[in-house]
């Protein structure tokens, strides 16, 4: 059964509709009710809902601004517009915002009934689709694999930059040259609850099912992962891709009842730069913790540098994952037994200095990635001598980076988040100030800082901009003799009554009352 949240200002409406309709014959259960768009917007926050119904007039926040807001936040909502008026001309503006349906004002509840069972067969439609298997184009596969993953190319060939386009363009992936897109990748693995690799082929239909609606894509099955091409340009990218990702996340756990790991790569200029970003994207999947859904850029990972990722071996690829997502103890642990295995083999010494070589190269990389410390890249010319002794020394190497990491991750969020507070202690008194804008400001991704405010400050970043604001607000309500208006505009509310009502709600009677409280002492 599908959850759903009502909200419109009407009370006695909205009260009709929560008690009248046969909730159980429509699919849908009622999780929560709204009378404006403030806590409609809170309401599919925490509880997550499949439709939100609401009045397309809602005050405070206009049905268009309340459905590009729950795009942001929960993408995989779908929204119903109830209105008393016929404009479908204003709906049209919020088609993008995954509106279902549109109805109007006055509509009784035997219609409202049969237009909940429509929109109940149009989401049982999307959650069957991205289940479905897709029609594969095997030519555009054979096109990207060998521009992916191979590493002994010129990459810096303009000759051969042309030569891709042209055969995209004979693909269908691009339709001419005359275009400004730039190329991503994202490498996507899906998981059950008990932690197993579910990641099907034909889960490259659902990612592609979600980005038609957004950018020029292709994705196929590769290894246990998804992997899907991106071409857009830089706005797009800057505008969508968080949005994107998000829905895959929640659409994976919400029809699949499974946990979906993202990894990101950088934008890139040129499509024979696509190698760079798989191997990006590749690095960034790795950073994906076991047993819970996540997505990782790795430009919020990583600082970017010219290094190349080289195609290891399962057993440097694990490495690598434990160094960045593991445990101290399950990096020791798995070094150990790796050592162990080849150990019993035949030509055990000389394959155990392959292997410390190899996972020397990736663990240098890594090291790249985090420090400057000239001395610990000194070290790495120790690991010359006996086949003991080296083990020992890469191994306590391993550990020092894997310190590094989590070191550096802990400095970087509580950095990123200090910036974060900096940004809405100076400007709060913007009204255009959101998560999106902030994060730009900081060059990281939305979910990214989203993820980050919340983890460490246990608020949401709307939290922490609207306690600042109301704080705010109160000195000035009790210790200057400035209008309402002018204290709302101060604080960054446009409008004075959707002011009067946050200030209500954060501390528990009007702003008016209050002052009026503060001068009868």
């Known amino acids: 059964m599908y959850t759903i949240v009502v909200a419109d200002d009407e009370e006695e409406l909205r009260r009709a509709i929560i008690r009248k309709i046969d909730w159980e014959s429509t699919g849908f259960r009622v999780v929560g009710e709204a009378e404006n768009g403030i806590e409609a917007l809170e309401l599919v926050e925490r509880m997550e809902p499949d439709l939100l119904l609401t009045d397309i007039r809602m005050p405070f926040v206009s049905g268009i601004e309340l459905a590009r807001q729950v795009r942001e936040v929960r993408?995989?909502?779908q929204i119903a517009f109830l209105s008393g008026f016929d404009?479908?001309?204003?709906?049209?503006?919020?088609?993008?915002?995954?509106?279902?349906?549109?109805?109007?004002?006055p509509i009784t509840m035997a219609d409202l009934t049969e237009e909940l069972k429509k929109i109940k067969l149009k989401i049982d439609g999307i959650f069957a689709e991205f289940d479905t298997r897709k029609n594969d184009n095997p030519n555009l596969q054979q096109f990207f694999l060998p521009l992916l993953l191979d590493d002994y190319v010129n990459f810096d060939s303009g000759e051969r930059e042309e030569k891709l386009i042209e055969q995209a363009i004979a693909n269908g992936f691009l339709k001419d040259r005359n275009n400004s897109f730039e190329y991503a990748v994202l490498a996507i693995s899906v998981e059950d609850r008990d932690g197993q690799n579910c990641t099907r082929p034909e889960l490259a239909h659902s990612a592609d099912m979600i980005l038609q609606k957004y950018m020029k894509h292709y994705s196929f099955a590769m290894d246990g992962r998804i992997i899907t091409i991106l071409a857009a340009t830089r706005t797009t990218f800057e505008k969508y891709l968080h949005i994107a990702v998000g829905e895959m996340v929640q659409s994976t756990e919400r029809i699949l009842n499974m946990h979906c790991h993202i990894g990101v790569s950088r934008i890139r200029e040129r499509l024979g730069e696509c190698h760079e970003a798989y191997h990006g994207a590749m690095s960034a999947l790795g950073y994906c913790k076991p047993g819970e859904s996540g997505i990782h850029y790795i430009a919020d990972e990583e600082r970017d540098n010219s290094m190349d990722m080289e195609m290891v071996s399962e057993y440097v690829v694990q490495m690598e994952n434990l160094i960045r997502s593991g445990s101290r103890t399950e990096l020791?642990?798995?070094?150990?037994?790796?050592?162990?295995?080849?150990?019993?083999?035949q030509d055990a010494q000389l394959k155990c200095k392959f292997m410390i070589f190899r996972m020397s190269s990736a663990l240098i990389r890594i090291a790249y990635t985090v420090t400057d410390d000239s001395a610990l890249f000194q070290r790495f010319a120790m690991l010359e001598g006996p086949v003991r002794e080296v083990k020992d020394r890469f191994t306590s190497l391993c550990l020092e980076v894997w310190e590094l990491i989590n070191t550096g991750k802990k400095k970087s969020s509580q950095i990123l988040c200090e910036k974060a507070m900096q940004i809405i202690e100076r400007d709060y008194g913007d009204p255009t100030l959101s998560l999106v804008g902030v994060s730009n400001n900081i060059h990281v991704s939305p979910n990214y800082l989203s993820a980050l405010i919340?983890?460490?400050?246990?608020?949401?970043?709307?939290?922490?901009?609207?306690k600042k604001r109301i704080e705010t607000a109160r000195e000035l309500v009790l210790g200057s003799a400035m209008k309402m208006r002018e204290i709302a505009e101060r604080c960054g509310?446009?409008?004075?009554?959707?002011?009067?009502y946050c200030f209500k709600k954060y501390c528990g009677m009007s702003p008016n009352a209050m002052r009026q409280e503060k001068e009868s002492l």
């Open 332 to 345: 020791e642990q798995y070094l150990k037994t790796v050592f162990e295995k080849l150990e019993s083999e």
């Open 454 to 466: 919340k983890k460490e400050t246990g608020a949401s970043f709307v939290d922490l901009l609207t």
């Open 87 to 105: 404009e479908f001309s204003y709906a049209q503006q919020a088609i993008q915002y995954n509106i279902i349906s549109y109805m109007l004002k």
């Open 493 to 500: 509310y446009s409008d004075q009554h959707y002011f009067s």
């Open 75 to 77: 993408p995989t909502t």
